[in-house]
């Protein structure tokens, strides 16, 4: 079974950027048709998609997340947010998640991590 685990600080600075890694076990982030991505929560908000990346490297973001990136690194199976310029309104719970393009919908969740925009 796939588990995913987010790091990273839990205190960011505004205008800076903020990187968080998901660390992926008990499978591959190059598996044919599995997409692994970034959802986060804010404060008293629904889920939203923030980005993320394919099993192939392909990366997809929404059309707005302009300051979004995501990354990998497949000798450490793992996968990356950069969040550049941050405000106090990035401030959220952070998840990552492994969307299943077979069967269409998000089968593993990481237990999500608590950001915070602050100066």
């Known amino acids: 079974q796939v588990q995913l685990q987010e790091s990273g600080p839990g205190l960011v600075k505004p205008s800076q950027t903020l990187s968080l890694t998901c660390t992926v076990s008990?499978?591959?982030?190059?598996?044919?048709?599995?997409?692994w991505n970034w959802i986060r929560q804010p404060p008293g908000k629904g889920l939203e998609w923030v980005g993320g990346i394919a099993y192939n490297g392909d990366t997809v973001r929404p059309s707005l997340k302009s300051r979004t990136s995501v990354s990998r690194d497949t000798s450490k199976n793992q996968f990356t947010l950069q969040l550049s310029s941050v405000t106090p309104e990035d401030t959220a719970v952070y998840y990552c998640?492994?969307?299943?393009?077979?069967?269409?919908?998000?089968?593993?969740w990481g237990q999500g991590t608590q950001v915070t925009v602050s100066s």
């Open positions: 998640a492994r969307w299943d393009g077979g069967n269409y919908y998000f089968d593993s």
């Open positions: 008990g499978g591959s982030i190059t598996t044919n048709n599995y997409y």
